[in-house]
Nanobody, 121 residues
């Protein structure tokens, strides 16, 4: 069993910053890509940022230059630093990881439970 546990969401004013973290635990042999999606009310889930094991990153155009994704491979943890937040960043943020549970298993996507980020004055 693999669990991803997020923390760090909350309420922030426009222009403010928040930091999210997500730690994977359980039966983990390795993790390929990790990252973050978000879903606002009435909208589909969208990719925010992803990061490979070697540190290669990919960002949605709407967050590039404001958000930074990073990871600590030794702790199976992925982070999302969000700066210059806008009301349109309001959403539930979900972390994910492509987890391999054993040497003989394939990689499967595992998801966190989601954390609410609200940007409002």
């Amino acid at each position: 069993q693999v669990q991803l546990l997020e923390s760090g969401g909350g309420l922030v004013q426009p222009g403010g910053s928040l930091a999210l973290s997500c730690a994977a635990s359980g039966s983990i042999f390795s993790i390929n890509a990790m990252g973050w999606y978000r879903q606002a009310p009435g909208k589909p889930r969208e990719l925010v940022a992803s990061i490979t094991t070697s540190g290669g990153t990919n960002y949605a155009g709407s967050v590039e230059g404001r958000f930074t994704v990073s990871r600590d491979n030794s702790k199976n943890t992925v982070f999302l630093q969000m700066n210059s937040l806008k009301p349109e960043d309001t959403a539930v943020y979900y972390c994910y990881g492509e987890v391999r549970s054993s040497r003989y298993a394939g990689h499967f996507e595992r998801w966190g439970q989601g954390t609410q980020v609200t940007v409002s004055s």
